[in-house]
């Protein structure tokens, strides 16, 4: 099975991303999309960047239009949008898929890492959270309803654990 750090990801300006270049960070890996009820969170998310990015915590927005159609926009209306109405800095991938046949093999990696209830290996909607600690493995993930003050603890945790 590969590790995350085999995987690579495009940015939402283009550019190749490979996860390697996160090595001994901690990850929030978050499937977003702009016009959900969960979208609000974006500001949250931000707000734990800014908080924790010192101490290596990196989050990663996956922008998916799976759910509802609720990420319509194109790359640039994406990235304007995050930025304008939440003042996001961390990184944004291209639009993805996080299920199905076309799903990035990133998500596939993760929710085979952390099945959700009852084992489930699918997304069930926006703003779904993966926690990952500085040596690449998935450690929890979080509901979507699950909002990001919640998450601090858990990442406090994954920034103070010693590395293996």
């Not at 929710?111 to 084992?119: C, T």
Request: glycine share 10%; hydrophobic share 40%; aromatic share 10%.
């Amino acid at each position: 099975m590969p590790d995350i750090y085999d995987f690579s990801i495009e940015t939402l300006n283009g550019q190749p991303l490979p996860l390697a270049n996160y090595r001994g960070k901690v990850l929030l890996l978050v499937n977003t999309a702009s016009e959900c009820g969960f979208t609000a969170q974006l500001g949250g998310l931000e707000q734990l960047y800014q908080r924790y990015r010192g101490q290596g915590l990196e989050i990663i927005g996956f922008p998916c239009n799976q759910f509802g159609g609720q990420e319509p926009g194109d790359a640039a209306a994406i990235g304007q949008f995050c930025q304008k109405n939440f003042g996001v800095s961390f990184a944004l991938s291209a639009k993805i898929d996080v299920n199905g046949a076309d799903a990035h093999p990133l998500w596939r990696h993760l929710v085979a890492a952390k099945p959700g209830l009852l084992g489930s290996r699918r997304v069930k909607w926006n703003f779904t959270k993966f926690l990952i600690d500085s040596e690449g493995r998935v450690l929890k993930r979080f509901a979507p309803y699950v909002k990001p003050a919640a998450l601090e603890r858990a990442i406090e945790n994954a920034l103070q654990a010693p590395a293996a």
